[in-house]
């Protein structure tokens, strides 16, 4: 009898994260995604299981299809609605087959970031992106800095949702100029 009080204490705890970050999700998993992110809008980070930043103030947020709801619902929220019928289906379709990577960089001019080129390392594969939309003319900062938020999205085929992946981004002459250590098994 002593085992049903801690049974009941279970059920109260909030869930804990998936082990992997699921790029086809379960309708259990879609309900979830929903339910996070109407109550998100009482936690200022609520995003911290998707990103992941450097001291120096440059980030990535990972947008798993997971994610991609939290934000939907999160949206529809703070506007005091729901999602209508059909919309997560379809925000699931528009993100196809990809993972989806915003990217918040810094640099000395506006226009550092036009040709920077990502490529995911996952061991020693190196993973093209789908989608590149890099921002042309970044945002001046104070101090002379510029923020650029960047758009990138790489097929999913070549990523488990388990994997510790490398995101480097490159300069038009090849040089890295940037990496973060994303770890999907973190991710739901």
């Known amino acids: 009898m002593r085992a049903l009080p801690a049974v009941a204490l279970l059920l109260l705890l909030p869930p804990w994260p998936a082990a992997a970050a699921s790029f086809a999700l379960t309708p259990g998993e879609r309900t979830e995604a929903l339910r996070v992110g109407a109550r998100s809008v009482t936690q200022e980070a609520f995003d911290r299981e998707w990103r992941v930043a450097h001291a120096s103030g440059e980030s ?11 934000l939907a619902a999160r949206h529809a929220a703070f506007k005091s609605e729901k999602l209508k019928p059909g919309e997560p289906d379809r ?4 993100q196809g087959e990809r993972l989806v990577i ?4 810094r640099g000395p001019r506006e226009d550092f970031a ?20 890099n921002e042309r003319t970044a945002a001046r900062e104070e101090g002379g800095r510029y923020l650029a938020r960047s758009m990138y999205g790489f097929p999913v085929r070549d990523i488990g949702g388990k994997a510790r992946v490398l995101l480097v981004i490159r300069d038009a002459d090849g040089r890295d ?3 973060f250590t994303i770890d999907l098994s973190a991710m739901r």
């Open 60 to 70: 990535v947020t990972v947008v798993t299809p997971f994610h991609r709801l939290v």
């Open 91 to 94: 925000l699931l379709r528009e």
């Open 102 to 105: 915003w990217a918040e960089l």
């Open 114 to 133: 036009r040709y920077y080129t990502p490529r995911i390392l996952v061991g020693d594969r190196e993973v093209e992106p789908s989608f590149v939309q």
């Open 177 to 179: 100029v940037n990496r």
